[in-house]
Structure formats: C-alpha cells, structure tokens
C-alpha cells in the first residue's frame, strides 16, 4: 500500500510559479509511474503530466488551456518524491492537484490507470 501527500499549494498571483511535491511512503516508489491531475470545482478529473518510474520518459498534457510549455514533472527515486513544477500560472490552472502512482510500467494519462491517490493540494491563481 502506497501513500501520497501532496504540499506547495497555495495562493498565488498569475504569472507566479509553484512547484508542487508529492511525497510517497508505504512501496516502492522507485517501481511506479506517477501522474500528476487536476480538478476544478464542479469538473472531473484532469490530466496534467506524467512520468515513468525512472524518469525517463515524461508526458505533460493538453488540457483545455494548455500546460505544455509551463509545467515540468520530475522525480527523485532517492528522496521517494514527484514534483510538478508550475510555471506562468494562469487563472484557469485553480484546481485541487492530485498525485497518483500506479502499477506497472508504462506511465498514464487516464485517472482509472492509477491505483493510489493522495488527498490533493489547492492552487489557486488569483488574476
């Protein structure tokens, strides 16, 4: 059983930068991909980035305003983290953002892929 906590949301102005971390316990964090989503208030789940359990192959999404270019996710194995690094906020980036970790090999971009979720962190882009 693995477990996630998510920290580094908070207020900021657009423009700002964030970097979000995930700290995992509990399995072997060095054996699964990671994913990174996202959920506005009264919206499903969102796909923002993932990774694979070295790092060797990342993934950041297209979600509806579009992450690519801003947004970096990286791991470190040694500390048992995933961080998603945010930059150029924008207002529409306010959302409740999820870490997961799944099985297997491949990373993910569906939110049914992942097996353990942490309890999310607020981020809130204020214009």
Not at 23 to 38: D, K, L, Q, V
Not at 71 to 96: C, G, H, W
Request: charged residues 15%.
């Amino acid at each position: 059983q693995v477990q996630l906590v998510e920290s580094g949301g908070g207020l900021v102005q657009a423009g700002d930068s964030l970097r979000l971390s995930c700290a995992a316990s509990g399995g072997t964090f060095s054996s699964y991909p990671m994913g990174w989503f996202r959920q506005a208030p009264g919206k499903e789940h969102e796909f923002v980035a993932t990774t694979t359990w070295n790092g060797g192959s990342t993934y950041v999404g297209d979600c509806a305003d579009s992450v690519k270019g801003r947004f970096t996710i990286y791991r470190d194995n040694a500390k048992n983290s995933v961080y998603l690094q945010m930059n150029s906020l924008k207002p529409e980036d306010t959302a409740v953002y999820y870490c997961a970790a799944k099985r297997g090999l491949r990373a993910g971009v569906l939110p049914s892929e992942y097996d353990y979720w942490g309890q999310g962190t607020q981020v809130t882009v204020s214009s």
